[in-house]
């Protein structure tokens, strides 16, 4: 059996789509004040378009309420999509929160540490190393 091609782009396309009306749809619709300011950072749909992973991340708020808040949530914005999306099935929606931001902050602010430690050894090492020539003249002659 000869396997079946899509068109190119169409999953990018979905997934874009999704996260941008989505974003709108928390953003007007739902009332629940568990859910802050929330950003949708990317959505991934299977390829047979069963279900989607929002990754998701707060301003406001605790991250695991808003989670349980928008996977509450889940069936009636499944609901709302389906009104706007054009497509055969529209995912069931399942929301993560995305610790990305949080580790790249974590990881700047090592680079930053490990930074500073090596910057002040090199001045340490450098005044030591000075301490060390002063004591000889500049033409190695002793003076007496």
């Given at each position: ?62 991250p695991k309420a808003t989670g349980e808040a928008l996977n509450e949530a ?13 497509i055969h099935t529209v995912p069931t929606l399942h929301f993560h929160f ?47």
């Amino acid at each position: 059996m000869a396997k079946k091609r899509g068109v190119p782009g169409r999953n990018l396309r979905i997934n874009d789509q999704i996260q941008r009306d989505l974003s709108e749809l928390i953003q007007r619709e739902v009332k629940d004040p568990r859910i802050g300011l929330v950003t949708l950072q990317s959505v991934e749909v299977t390829p047979d378009y069963a279900h989607a992973k929002v990754f998701y991340t707060t301003l406001t708020g605790d991250p695991k309420a808003t989670g349980e808040a928008l996977n509450e949530a889940a069936g009636y914005l499944r609901n709302l999509l389906f009104k706007r999306l054009h497509i055969h099935t529209v995912p069931t929606l399942h929301f993560h929160f995305d610790q990305s931001i949080e580790r790249a902050i974590e990881m700047a602010r090592l680079i930053d540490t490990a930074n500073a430690t090596r910057a002040k050894d090199e001045a340490d090492e450098g005044v030591a190393d000075e301490g060390t020539h002063g004591d000889k003249e500049s033409d190695g002659k002793s003076v007496d």
